[in-house]
């Protein structure tokens, strides 16, 4: 699978809207972005998936342009309850997942 | 509640003692994985099932562990004579086969 880099941390006040930006140069034809997120001693939570242009559910969007070499995750306001660690993942609909680092979005009041 | 419980939630065990994970997935769903998460890092893949076939191992599981999966409901993940390295979040999921896995609250294993 595809390898991805993405930003180590973020910080941001309450109200903000946060934009983690996930590069997947190498990303196949075949395989979807999708974005999990991590709250401590959690297992791993599903925000959006996507494959090309724009998603968007009650949670975040997902931008993903034409070459789909990166993806942008927003979170719009964000409130202290979305601090959490964010990970991109390339994936198939099937299959194991296999993260990264991922990215720890602190939100300060 | 993803509806995915793992018992138990803390497990503290001497080195070279033998531990066993258990794991509950979403009734309907037929592919179960084990993942291995440790501080700072992403969850690590070890192991996934398809109903009660083991079908793929990371190089990750040692042949100290195994995991079972009968009648292709709960599973086990165990650990034996477990080394100080071992220590770490055991994660599993559940999932249909499409789209988004579903992870349990894991176990979390310290060996001393």
């Known amino acids: 699978l595809a390898k991805t880099t993405q930003p180590i941390s973020m910080d941001s006040y309450e109200g903000q809207e946060v934009n983690i930006t996930c590069s997947h140069n190498n990303i196949a034809t075949n395989d979807y972005i999708t974005w999990y997120q991590q709250f401590p001693s959690q297992g791993p939570r599903f925000i959006i998936q996507?494959?090309?242009t724009k998603v968007t559910n009650e949670v975040a969007s997902l931008f993903i342009p034409a070459d789909r070499k990166s993806s942008t995750l927003s979170l719009p306001r964000v409130s202290l309850s979305d601090t959490a660690v964010y990970y991109c993942?390339?994936?198939?609909?099937?299959?194991?997942?296999?993260f990264g680092a991922g990215t720890q979005v602190v939100v300060t009041p | 509640d993803t509806g995915v419980s793992q018992n138990p939630r803390h497990k503290i065990t001497k080195r070279g003692q033998n531990v066993t994970f258990r794991c509950d997935p979403i009734s309907e769903h037929n592919r179960l994985y084990w993942y291995r998460q440790t501080l700072g890092q992403g969850p690590e893949f070890l192991t996934y099932f398809q109903n009660e076939a083991q079908l793929e191992k990371s190089r990750l599981l040692s042949d100290r562990f195994s995991a079972e999966r009968p009648k292709g409901s709960f599973s086990t993940l165990e650990i034996q004579r477990t080394e100080q390295g071992d220590s770490a979040m055991y994660l599993c999921a559940s999932h249909t086969g499409y789209n988004e896995q579903f992870f349990g609250p894991g176990t979390r294993l310290t060996v001393l």
């Open positions: 996507g494959y090309k």
């Open positions: 993942l390339p994936t198939k609909s099937w299959g194991k997942l296999q």
